[in-house]
Nanobody, 122 residues
Framework: QVHLVESGGGSVQAGGSLRLSCAASGDTYNNNCMGWFRQAPGKERERVAGLNTRGGVAFYADSVKGRFTISQDNAKNTVYLQMNSLKPEDTAMYYC???????????????WGQGTQVTVSS
């Protein structure tokens, strides 16, 4: 079992920045895939960023490329999502997810956090 706890969400004006954190605990030895997803009301959940923790390869959705950065602190078992130049359309509930698959596709995640709300006002 893996337990994920997100933090760092909040309200910000357009153009601002936030950094989300995801602290992992439990059986994290095989957590090859870490990712950040978001879901806005009435919309499907989408993966905005993913990280192959062993290879260091990162994935970004086109909508956030150049603005969001995913990173990890192995010593703290924590993954971050730095979000810059935020837009109102980034408003959503953001979820951290973990999986132990070899290929970190959008469906490679088995454990989820409770989510943290990000609201961007214009």
């Amino acid at each position: 079992q893996v337990h994920l706890v997100e933090s760092g969400g909040g309200s910000v004006q357009a153009g601002g920045s936030l950094r989300l954190s995801c602290a992992a605990s439990g059986d994290t030895y095989n957590n090859n895939c870490m990712g950040w997803f978001r879901q806005a009301p009435g919309k499907e959940r989408e993966r905005v960023a993913g990280l192959n923790t062993r290879g260091g390869v990162a994935f970004y959705a086109d909508s956030v490329k150049g603005r969001f950065t995913i990173s990890q602190d192995n010593a703290k078992n924590t993954v971050y999502l730095q979000m810059n130049s935020l837009k109102p359309e980034d408003t959503a509930m953001y979820y951290c997810a973990e999986g132990d698959r070899f290929y970190c596709t959008a469906t490679a995640y088995d454990y989820w956090g409770q989510g943290t709300q990000v609201t961007v006002s214009s």
